[in-house]
């Protein structure tokens, strides 16, 4: 087993073109012996957002804190809340966005596709 704290896993920022105000702790990944699954961690900034991007990968989303949105496809935004659950099928177009003035939390899960390592996803321009 592995045990960690959040605390422990130095925070990664985001730079990739179209992201603001990301970072990522990787919390748990192929680094980890994870073989078919990781865990993410991302904060946003206030303001602070992915770009609208699509992978072969599914995500589910589980929010800490903040105010998040996600915006679909058609540039529809749907506002979350702490305690919300998200599942993003794969390639579907997605973007998250920190609607708030405080930073927004959530923990973000994928599957490690081979030749992957939980850090990145198969898509172009992705988090």
């Known amino acids: 087993m592995i045990f960690k704290h959040a605390a422990e896993v130095p925070p990664t920022k985001i730079a990739k073109e179209g992201f603001r105000g990301m970072t990522a702790r990787f919390a748990l990944t192929k680094d980890d012996g994870c073989s078919r699954y990781a865990m993410r961690l991302f904060e946003f900034e206030p303001g602070g957002h992915t770009t609208l991007h699509a992978h072969p990968e599914e995500h589910e989303f589980f929010i800490l804190e903040g105010e998040p949105a996600i915006v679909d496809g058609s540039g529809n935004q749907t506002s979350l809340r702490?305690?919300?659950?998200?599942?993003?099928?794969?390639?579907?177009t997605h973007q998250l966005r920190n609607l708030g003035d405080t930073t927004m939390k959530l923990i973000c899960t994928i599957p490690i596709f081979p030749g992957k390592n939980g850090k990145d996803t198969g898509g172009q321009n992705n988090a």
Not at 82 to 92: L, S, T
Request: hydrophobic share 35%; glycine share 10%.
């Open 82 to 92: 702490p305690g919300d659950f998200v599942f993003v099928p794969p390639n579907e």
